[in-house]
């Protein structure tokens, strides 16, 4: 939810856009991953979907920890930090 609200500020929370962009952006970046050879270490690192796995098993490692972290910064707290600074330097109407 907290991702779908950072694309959402990140883009202009009035269109519909942002909606495709929750769905289609991470989904593309999953397939380009398993597609291309050299991209598979990235996706890794930066895929949420596949970080996100070790969440629903018993003891994660520090690794997958460390795994998690870098996608949720790359999916969750990035878009949140453009949206954010993208309203606080709007224009008021």
């Known amino acids: 939810m907290l991702m779908g609200s950072a694309f959402g500020r990140a883009a202009d929370g009035t269109r519909r856009w942002p ?4 769905f289609a952006i991470p989904t593309a970046w999953s397939v380009l991953g398993e597609m291309v ?3 598979r270490t990235a996706a890794g690192w930066v895929d949420i979907n596949l970080t996100s796995v070790p969440l629903s098993e018993p003891g994660m490692t520090g690794g997958q920890w460390a795994r998690f972290a870098v996608a ?9 930090i453009l949206g954010t600074v993208r309203v606080l ?4 109407s």
């Open 19 to 22: 909606i495709v962009l929750y």
């Open 37 to 39: 050879r050299w991209l």
């Open 72 to 80: 949720a910064l790359v999916w969750v707290v990035l878009p949140l």
């Open 89 to 92: 330097r709007r224009e008021v």
